[in-house]
């Protein structure tokens, strides 16, 4: 019985030494589990985690987003992506240019004819009006070209368009030879200065429109003439011929408001249909400046529109004038 004991003791032992370390994991390891939730709850125990409920309203106090492009730099980040052409490469390397190449080496191939490029067409005429203008047909519009000074101008030239320039001057050579020429328009230019001539030799001249210029004397025009506009300049009376109009018996609209005019430029013509004199320097008139005072029976029934307003003059002290008119004109009568 005593051996037996001993040897019961001795396995008892065996046993310990190898269960001892099985025993140890599971103790460890319910260790670890129990000081983790410690660990994170001191992490975490600064937040109030009950109260942290994202809404529209509270989004700005629980998230500061006035420095979030200082704290965070996407630049580094994003994909650097090189920028080439669409067009594919050629596939033989001989299509390259030679960048190598000195500019002196490099010489212009002159244009030829033959090629398969041919050079733009250029207008029948060959007038650089065309290459400065726009034509179409026979009427050239050269509004706002930054022109110095009418360019010449095709020979079945009707109609002329040249406003918003600064051209300075008009010469009578500007319009030599135009013999379909019916209306120029000048308007809004720097014009200071016309030849004599410059208009008096077309036949067929019908608008002469010259607003807003410098003008101080007007030329000599020709009898074909229908409409002269020549307000917002600086004409004075001295700036007109003698009976300037009297032989325009086609005359129908003259428009001479805003100069500086001290009188009618008398007799008009019976064709005349409107007259603009406002805002000139007017301050009398005679009695036949309209009618002719010798013949009480005359009529003028295509002259209805006169414009003095806003000239020192009261139309009042001259009733005797406006008898042959169809209507009295308009300005001061008192």
Request: glycine share 4%; with cysteine.
């Amino acid at each position: 019985p005593a051996g037996c004991r001993m040897w019961t003791l001795a396995w008892l032992g065996i046993a310990s030494l190898c269960l001892g370390p099985a025993w140890a994991v599971p103790a460890k390891e319910e260790r670890r589990k129990a000081e983790k939730p410690k660990a994170d709850h001191a992490l975490y125990e600064n937040l109030d985690l009950d109260n942290y409920d994202l809404t529209l309203d509270n989004y700005g106090e629980i998230l500061d987003l006035s420095n979030y492009e200082e704290l965070y730099d996407y630049g580094d980040l994003a994909p650097k992506i090189e920028v080439g052409t669409l067009a594919p490469r050629p596939k033989d390397p001989v299509a390259l240019p030679d960048l190598g190449t000195p500019p002196e080496t490099l010489k212009l191939q002159p244009q030829t004819t033959a090629g398969p490029i041919h050079p733009a067409p250029i207008p029948a005429q060959g007038l650089p009006s065309c290459l400065l203008c726009l034509c179409i047909g026979t009427s050239i519009y050269c509004d706002d070209a930054d022109l110095e000074h009418i360019p010449p101008l095709p020979p079945e030239t009707t109609y002329l368009y040249a406003r918003f320039n600064r051209i300075g001057t008009i010469r009578a050579s500007d319009f030599t030879g135009l013999k379909k020429l019916k209306r120029i328009d000048l308007s809004s230019n720097f014009i200071s200065w016309a030849d004599a001539d410059a208009f008096r030799l077309l036949p067929s001249l019908q608008e002469l429109i010259l607003p807003e210029n410098r003008l101080t004397a007007l030329p000599e025009l020709p009898r074909s003439i229908i409409r002269l506009d020549a307000r917002l300049n600086r004409i004075p009376s001295t700036g007109l011929r003698p009976e300037a109009f009297r032989d325009l018996k086609q005359l129908q609209f003259l428009h001479l408001s805003n100069n500086q005019l001290d009188y009618i430029p008398a007799p008009l013509p019976e064709s005349l249909r409107s007259l603009h004199l406002q805002n000139n320097n007017i301050q009398t008139m005679h009695e036949d400046t309209f009618c002719d005072s010798q013949d009480h029976s005359q009529i003028r029934r295509a002259l209805e529109d006169i414009r003095l307003d806003g000239n020192p003059i009261n139309l009042s002290l001259f009733p005797n004038a406006y008898f042959c008119l169809p209507r009295l004109p308009t300005g001061r009568f008192f």
